[in-house]
């Protein structure tokens, strides 16, 4: 068994000087205990404490930030399976750029990665980063394409290439962005190590098969350098589901340390379909950075979609502030529809209200993230919470119609509500929310 939270304290510093980015040193054992940080973040850790606490207490998959200012965060999965907690950092996506495109084409991407915004249940997903693959015979020009598009996007770059002087020189033309290079083998391993570490940046490392990239990560981690990615040579999507599994069970089941790493994966097919499946395999499958071959926003929706649904924590549903929501431009008179505060309950519900054409408020009460069904039978979404809620935040005193629509699911609160809304009047409204525009014409019209 490991040492518990209390024991680590007893080996920090005690400081409690929040540089490691915990509060406190207590807090940061505890992160150390369920391994979730490394010794290597308290920089007054004794040499005793990194002995004792070193790759034993390492996450089981190391964390790997990228970027600057609000980094991009990939690795640090402490779970093989997200139902047994969740995970966390979800797969990076990354469009391709080729030097040997035009001027007028990479501009073009380059507006459309800046551009490019998916909302999806209150949230604006974005695309993470940009890669830049060295195709050419001119190094100059895929130094100067890296320098524009950190200049242009301003996220983390990966930057590809099979010539080792000219990820080098671009290394060096991007210092400071906290990018990734691609990829070293064990031939070029050395000088891109060098120009990783003089530059800041991660580095990708490859090999023709499993066992020798297993080797290659070891040599580096004998050299304490961790920032590491893994791209692995996959020549099928069956071969590549098999590797991503074994790679992730080996780091988190039997703790090895070679292969806890990130992963980072290039996506070369000619065939929107194919590339489509290997990217959804990676966002299923532990994938920590993925890059597309070329900008898609179709494809871009269906995988962000994807991610977002993974990435969520299962134990706890995404939901909405609990407050009185206006839907377009209502006045005091406009109608009051009622739902939880599910996400995607509340934006479902308010995207019909605005697509029937009126205006009006929309009641949403604290259900802890419920659908109407679920918050019912839990007690959560009843004519006495309703009601409660009503008053606290003073509906009477917001509006001054006197009529509540609430989803037909829960008809049988109506009387129970009007009882704890004196003066109000309580209208069922339809089951589905597909139904609200035919009901608002027919009944509020």
């Known amino acids: 068994m490991g040492l518990t939270g209390l024991q680590i304290q007893k080996l920090l510093p005690k400081t409690n ?198 080797l290659l990560a070891s040599s580096l981690k004998e050299k304490e350098y961790n920032d ?45 379909l194919d590339n489509t499946v290997r990217a959804v395999t990676e966002t299923c499958k532990y994938g920590g950075i993925c890059v597309l071959p070329t900008f898609d926003a179709a494809q871009l929706v269906t995988l962000m979609t994807l991610r977002l649904n993974i990435y969520t924590d299962p134990q706890k549903p995404i939901q909405v502030e609990p407050k009185l929501y206006p839907i377009g431009e209502p006045r005091a008179d406009s109608p009051v529809f009622v739902t939880t505060n599910f996400s995607l309950t509340y934006f479902i519900v308010s995207g019909e209200i605005e697509n029937s054409g009126i205006s009006a408020w929309l009641l949403v009460p604290e259900c802890e993230g419920m659908s109407v069904l679920t918050a019912w039978a839990a007690g959560k979404f009843s004519g006495v919470t309703i009601g409660k809620f009503a008053k606290e935040i003073g509906l009477d005193g917001q509006v001054t119609t006197r009529q509540l629509v609430i989803p037909g699911y829960v008809a049988q609160i109506s009387g129970e509500l009007e009882e704890n809304l004196p003066g109000w009047k309580v209208l069922v409204g339809p089951q589905d929310a597909a139904d609200l525009e035919s009901f608002i014409k027919m009944r509020l019209n």
Not at 228 to 246: D, G, K, M, P, R
Not at 252 to 258: E, Q, V
């Open 17 to 214: 000087c929040k540089e490691c980015g915990s509060n406190t040193c207590l807090a940061f054992a505890m992160k150390l205990a369920a391994r979730k940080a490394e010794i290597t973040q308290c920089p007054y850790a004794s040499e005793e404490a990194k002995q004792i606490l070193g790759a034993a207490y390492e996450p089981p998959v190391r964390l790997v930030q990228l970027g600057v200012g609000p980094s991009l965060e990939i690795g640090g999965e402490t779970v093989l399976y997200r139902h047994e907690k969740t995970f966390v950092h979800q797969t990076a996506l990354a469009v391709n750029i080729d030097d040997t495109e035009t001027p007028e084409r990479i501009d073009q991407v380059l507006e459309r990665i800046n551009n490019y915004v998916l909302e999806r249940v209150g949230e604006e997903l974005r695309i993470d980063m940009a890669a830049i693959t060295h195709k050419g015979n001119d190094t100059g020009a895929f130094v100067k394409l890296a320098r524009k598009v950190w200049e242009t996007v301003k996220r983390p770059l990966v930057l590809r290439s099979s010539e080792p002087g000219a990820l080098v020189a671009a290394a060096e033309a991007v210092k400071g962005s906290r990018s990734v290079i691609a990829s070293a083998t064990p031939e070029t391993v050395e000088v891109l190590l060098a120009a990783a570490r003089d530059n800041g940046h991660v580095l990708a490392i490859t090999a023709p098969d499993l066992n020798q990239l297993v």
């Open 228 to 272: 590491l990615l893994l791209q692995y040579q996959t020549h099928s999507l069956a071969e590549q589901f098999q590797v991503n599994s074994i790679a992730r069970r080996a780091a988190l089941k039997d703790n090895y340390k070679p292969l806890g790493y990130p992963s980072l994966t290039f996506l070369d097919s000619d065939d929107l």
